[in-house]
């Protein structure tokens, strides 16, 4: 996050445009939801180091394990930011597993999340065949 033409501004990846556009969002909207799903801890120190610069810059930020969110409510949100580490081989950490299965539902109206900007870090070693796979 950077001060753009003195007026602090989150730009976000839009879901529901292709290739991930972009969709910049003004200091006019104060809510922000920061989701981490993290194993040994990595995704959630970042997710709170996240939740602190938000505040740093007046949103309301609500930091959250992902199964500790209730994901029926995401469709309201305005914006999000989702954190996520992968664990063993590649695999979606334990705190993220039931939020996880839920957006891989093929019953989810592909446009649940149309209305909501959101941005996603991924976390992961390189080094295995699934790297950062929960983030893609």
Same mark, same amino acid.
């Given at each position: 996050?950077?001060?753009? +033409?003195?007026?602090?501004r989150?730009?976000?990846?839009k879901?529901?445009?292709?290739?991930?556009?972009?969709?910049?969002?003004?200091?006019?909207?104060?809510s922000?939801?920061?989701?981490?799903g993290?194993?040994?801890?990595?995704?959630?120190?970042?997710a709170?180091r996240?939740?602190?610069?938000?505040?740093?810059?007046?949103?309301?930020?609500?930091?959250s394990?992902?199964?500790?969110?209730?994901?029926?409510?995401?469709?309201?949100?305005?914006?999000?930011?989702?954190? +996520?580490?992968?664990?063993?081989?590649?695999?979606?950490?334990?705190n993220?597993?039931?939020?996880?299965?839920f957006?891989l539902k093929?019953?989810?109206?592909?446009?649940?999340?149309?209305s909501?900007s959101?941005?996603?870090?991924?976390l992961g070693?390189?080094?295995?065949?699934?790297f950062?796979?929960?983030?893609?």
């Amino acid at each position: 996050w950077s001060p753009a +033409a003195g007026q602090e501004r989150l730009v976000f990846g839009k879901g529901n445009e292709k290739g991930g556009g972009q969709k910049a969002v003004g200091a006019s909207m104060t809510s922000l939801l920061i989701l981490y799903g993290s194993q040994g801890g990595s995704a959630e120190e970042v997710a709170e180091r996240l939740g602190r610069e938000g505040e740093k810059r007046g949103y309301d930020v609500r930091v959250s394990a992902m199964d500790d969110y209730d994901v029926f409510s995401l469709p309201s949100e305005m914006a999000l930011i989702a954190v +996520a580490s992968t664990t063993g081989q590649g695999d979606a950490p334990d705190n993220m597993r039931k939020f996880w299965n839920f957006l891989l539902k093929k019953s989810l109206p592909p446009d649940s999340l149309s209305s909501t900007s959101f941005s996603v870090f991924g976390l992961g070693d390189s080094s295995y065949a699934k790297f950062n796979a929960v983030a893609k």
